[in-house]
């Protein structure tokens, strides 16, 4: 999970005369965003209700419109690191080849520190002559050859071990540019503040109905969109060599479910 994930889901059940059709719109918004605390929990924000009379976008002749969110916490098991390896030298042969020698030693350490091979995977590499202008002239100092590594830690005990070794192993010529937390798996969460969201804005509705004296409608077109985002992780943007062990603290990652339901007045 270090890209942005998203996804769209429209379900259509025909069912009563279009004169009276119902029709009920869910949009869900799955935001992750990190939260630092002790112990897990849940809370629900309250829902919000607008009883619509009007036909825009598709609403029923008279319907009852409920917002609910649902939030839930879970705890991130990994941590996603994009390392640059940099090396300048004389010639591009030498720089490359310093490359190759410093990457071979931090991948190598990363192994010995738990990480599996399909973790650690090149996301750039590039050389490139490196001039000095000062002094109102060009004068090459060298060729400058980087390659960028995205490493996946998993088990965020031995995330700060797996981070030290890579850094003692690639010296000055490391450079850790983001650390992202992140969950495994946040499907599990994802349903549980969905039906949470959910279940908030119809019994919402279902009081607002009843105040009424009608009762609500079935559901004849749901629409689904969710999206979920590491939390960057600040303090790792610049380090030096690191003398022990790293830190991690997890904290708590918060999944929250926006829904939005439009339901007919039968």
Sequence with gaps: M??????????QVRGWHLAIGVVALIVLVVAISGRAAASAGRSTVPTQVIVSSGTASGAPAQGIDVTGVGEVFGTPDLLRLSL?????????????????STVGAVTKALRGAGVQDKDVRTANLSVQADYDYSGGSQRLRGYAASQDLSVTLRGLDRAGKAIAAATDAGGDRIRIGSAQ??????????????????????????????AAGRSLGAVVLMQESTSSQPIPVDAYAETARASGPVPIQAGQQAVSVTVRVVFSLA
């Design 84 to 100: 640059t390896v940099a090396v300048t030298e004389p010639s591009v042969r030498e720089s490359m080849a310093g490359l190759a």
């Design 2 to 11: 270090d890209t942005e994930r998203s996804g769209a889901l429209t379900v």
């Design 181 to 210: 937390l992140d969950l495994s798996d946040d499907s599990g969460l994802v349903g549980a503040a969905r039906t949470e969201a959910f279940g908030a804005a119809k019994a919402k509705a279902t009081a607002y109905a009843e």
